[in-house]
């Protein structure tokens, strides 16, 4: 057998041996490239491959929130803070041309001006009622609290209630939103009741300041999503949040989520709400008409927080056939917001006919309280209590300046005697 042979046999030898043991890799070498090694900075050949004996890692695919198609960015181009909102909610953001400052506060909000309108009298207060929500954004600067320009977000949340003679702060929490550093704020105020705003810090002598409204707002899970997808400086993405937004308020239309407007006959308004007593002719040039209508709309929006303002310094609560009790106004509040808020304030009526009012066996409603009482007006409700089943009797009273205010209720659960 000649060279040439011997060596085609022995190279196919090797081939079936190594096709045998499962170890033979064949790679065809190409035209060696010039590659920079990232920790030397030095120029090394590497040798290519037709790709059989390497395999390179797919690289994983950037994932994209499954709900991101029904969520916009927003932007406040006077300091660069971004956020995400549901694509139905309204933001108006002053331009720089609109406030010089830089510094002017704005209002976000899960219904259009367009809509508030729509609802007539009273519509800041019935929005509450049917589904709306809303924070404010505002901008603090420390040094015009007496702070250093670089105070922190500590020494600033308490700077904003050094003079505060009704509010107070209850508790700091620190926090990290979207891997920027907050604070939650928590407060109490006798007037006002409870009350939550967060901090961020924005740069030198700039505090970003979000505060929902009202109190309850800062549950709505879609402020939640919002809240923890702020970018409050150039180098933080937005955390796009991935949940379907919540419905509009009730009636209000969102086309990007596929909602039409309710009818404009079956949108909610004040008139629907209030039975005969009509507030849509009710002025502050009729100080008790106003009072009484303002009492109807916190209980109508479910925010109780301007009620104590409305109250004498004790208030009386009574349950049908029980004796009344004169509580501390922050007692009452307590009671009212805990077992006398009906859930379903669209099934409320008021009225002050006193043909619509329960027999009450005979007697007037002014002759369940003391003459002292100076009573002047009584509405009867139903549809409420926390079942939102029951009935009362809301009575106001006049001081000794001629000033009404609000002076207790009379609740039974089964409407009284009617």
């Given at each position: 057998m000649n060279a040439k042979y011997k060596i085609l046999t022995v190279m196919v030898l090797l081939v079936l041996a190594g096709l045998a043991c499962g170890q033979l890799n064949i790679g065809i070498e190409k035209p060696a490239e010039n590659t920079v090694n990232e920790n030397t900075g030095e120029v090394v050949n590497v040798p290519e491959t037709d790709g059989s004996a390497i395999q390179e890692t797919p690289r994983e695919a950037e994932s994209t929130p499954m709900f991101a198609q029904y969520w916009k960015v927003v932007a406040d181009t006077r300091t660069g803070i971004r956020f995400a909102i549901p694509c139905f909610w309204e933001a108006i953001i002053p331009t720089p041309a609109q406030d010089p400052t830089g510094l002017g506060s704005f209002a976000v909000t899960n219904y259009t001006q367009a809509f508030i309108d729509s609802l007539g009298f009273k519509s800041n207060d019935l929005i509450w009622g049917i589904g709306g929500a809303k924070f404010d954004l505002g901008y603090v600067k420390p040094s015009q609290y007496g702070l250093s320009a670089t105070a922190n977000l500590q020494d600033t949340a308490s700077a904003l209630y050094a003079n505060n003679l009704d509010g107070q702060i209850a508790a700091l929490t620190p926090m990290v939103i979207n891997?920027?550093?907050?604070?939650?704020?928590d407060t109490t105020s006798a007037m006002w009741g409870p009350g939550r705003f967060y901090l961020f810090e924005l740069g030198v002598d700039l505090i970003l300041m979000v505060s929902p409204y009202p109190f309850e707002s800062d549950a709505h899970?879609?402020?939640?999503?919002?809240?923890q997808s702020f970018s409050v400086?150039?180098?933080?993405?937005?955390?796009?949040?991935?949940?379907?937004?919540?419905?509009?308020?009730?009636?209000?239309?969102?086309?990007?989520?596929?909602?039409?407007?309710?009818?404009?006959?079956?949108?909610?308004?004040?008139?629907?709400?209030?039975?005969?007593?009509?507030?849509?002719t009710v002025t502050d040039e009729d100080p008790l008409a106003w009072l009484v209508c303002n009492v109807?709309?916190?209980?109508?929006?479910?925010?109780?927080q301007p009620l104590q303002g409305m109250m004498g310094n004790e208030f009386l609560i009574g349950y049908w056939q029980s004796e009344g009790r004169f509580l501390t106004k922050d007692q009452a509040m307590e009671e009212i917001r805990t077992s006398l808020i009906s859930?379903?304030?669209?099934n409320l009526t008021f009225t002050t006919d006193r043909t619509l009012f329960p027999p009450l066996f005979g007697m007037q409603p002014e002759d369940m309280f003391s003459p002292e009482a100076n009573i002047v007006e009584v509405v009867y409700s139903e549809g409420g209590v926390q079942d939102g089943n029951g009935a009362a009797i809301l009575v106001f009273s006049e001081d000794q300046y001629g000033d009404p205010y609000f002076?207790?209720?009379?609740?039974?659960?089964?409407?009284?005697d009617k």
């Open positions: 891997g920027q550093s907050a604070i939650q704020v899970p879609d402020f939640q999503a919002i809240l400086s150039a180098d933080r993405e937005v955390q796009m949040p991935d949940q379907m937004p919540s419905s509009p308020p009730q009636g209000m239309g969102a086309s990007c989520l596929g909602i039409a407007a309710a009818d404009p006959a079956d949108s909610p308004s004040t008139a629907d709400l209030v039975g005969v007593l009509d507030c849509n109807q709309a916190v209980f109508i929006s479910l925010n109780t859930p379903n304030p669209g002076y207790g209720m009379v609740v039974s659960g089964t409407h009284f």
